[in-house]
């Protein structure tokens, strides 16, 4: 079997060749209960674990892509606010002895954090603010977004606040606001506005949906949805979503 996989896995890059590639994807790893429970599990943080440990293949995998910018969904705030309580504090736990501490192993990439990290465990927004420090002039490095308590709606929410702010700081009326507004003085307060938007989405598990993620910022993305649990996620899922998007990019272009 790994030799027939292998074999898939050459094939499919060689039909990669020549195929338009993104530089930026975005990944909501979705599945991790719903794997521990297929698996056995009676605990589920399991999934979390392994699902944790799973993005460092993941990253790889984009690394040797050349794929440049990755976005990681790990928690939404309505996970946050709604999970039961243990099962949070075991995914806060794997935040900070799992992902952040790969990521200042792995030099191939600079660390970003978007979400309402107000919503997180103070060690665990620590942690996340330490990684991102660390990392920061790393040079030649990817870029590597973690998005954690994080809400697409609530990141538009906050962005339209800060402008607001801005604008009554600077002494302009709600009617100077509104007359000017302009898409990129939204983009400009987005947590993080200097990277650029994912052309592609890749959702795991099943769902056919976006549900709360960069809702702003995928507005033009391809969106391809994966029937694999995110712990199962393949190299060759990448691999084929890849193509996807690629000859789709060329069948527009045509």
């Known amino acids: 079997m790994k030799a027939l996989y292998r074999l898939y896995a050459g094939i499919l890059r060689r039909q990669l060749a020549g195929l338009p590639m993104p530089q930026h994807v975005a990944i909501a790893m979705d599945g991790n209960r719903r794997w521990a429970r297929g698996a056995g599990y009676d605990d589920v943080r399991i999934g979390h674990r ?114 607001l702010d801005e604008a009554a700081a600077s002494g302009r009326s709600a009617a100077e606001v509104a007359g000017a507004l302009t898409e990129d003085d939204i983009r400009r307060h987005l947590y993080l506005p200097d990277l650029p938007d994912p052309e592609l989405v890749i959702r795991t598990s099943g769902e056919l949906r976006m549900s709360d993620f960069l809702l702003w910022q995928t507005a033009r993305s391809e969106i391809a949805f994966c029937d694999v649990y995110w712990p199962a996620f393949r190299e060759i899922d990448l691999l084929r979503a890849l193509r996807t998007y690629g000859r789709r990019q060329l069948e527009r272009s045509s």
């Not at 993005?55 to 040797?64: A, D, K, R, V």
């Not at 935040?95 to 660390?111: F, G, I, K, P, Y």
């Not at 790393?138 to 962005?159: C, H, Q």
């Open 50 to 163: 392994f699902g944790a440990e799973h993005l460092e293949l993941f990253l790889q995998w984009c690394s040797e892509a050349g794929i440049r910018c990755v976005t990681a969904w790990v928690a939404s705030a309505d996970n946050m606010r709604r999970r039961d309580s243990a099962e949070v504090d075991y995914l806060m736990h794997l935040t900070e002895t799992v992902l952040a501490d790969h990521v200042r192993r792995d030099h191939n990439w600079r660390l970003h954090v978007a979400g309402q990290l107000d919503l997180l465990p103070d060690s665990t927004a620590r942690a996340l603010k330490e990684a991102v420090e660390e990392t920061r002039y790393r040079s030649g490095a990817g870029e590597l977004t973690i998005a954690i308590g994080y809400s697409g709606r609530g990141e538009v929410l906050d962005a339209v606040r800060e402008l």
